[in-house]
């Protein structure tokens, strides 16, 4: 084999937060990042930031978009 052994793992951080239910301070950081880099929409930042506040992430994700 050869060629570059590099292997990239991209994680998508709002699945994970809804999937987990756990959103952390530097979940959060990371959130508004890619928000910042076009990588996360206004209205998952939103239901990011929702789940931080509340600490509950799974009810305040799929909550947030009953509004």
């Not at 994680?11 to 937060?17: A, G």
């Not at 996360?40 to 789940?51: F, G, I, K, N, S």
Request: charged share 30%; proline share 1%.
């Amino acid at each position: 084999m050869g060629g570059e052994s590099r292997v990239t793992v991209v994680t998508d951080l709002f699945e994970r937060i809804a999937a987990t239910g756990e959103v952390t301070e530097g979940d959060l950081r990371s959130a508004y990042d890619r928000f910042e880099q076009g990588q996360l929409t206004d209205a998952q930042l939103e239901r990011v930031h929702r789940a931080w506040v509340r600490g509950d992430a799974p009810a305040a994700l799929d909550a947030a978009g009953d509004d």
